[in-house]
């Protein structure tokens, strides 16, 4: 996973520890955890959208 071991990530994690404080961390998560459900979404709607406009296309085709 990106060249990381463990020791790294629990380095990393300390250091954000120490950054943001302990009480912020679950704010952080849920943060990231929606700008990934939207991004998904995002691009699923996307791929949606071009699957219709395929369909489109082939029928006047």
Known sequence: MFGLGMPELIIILVIIVIIFGAGKLPEIGAGIGKGIKNFKEATKDESK?????????????
Do not use: G, V, W
């Open 49 to 61: 959208q071009k699957t219709i406009e395929e369909d489109k296309a082939d029928k006047e085709s």
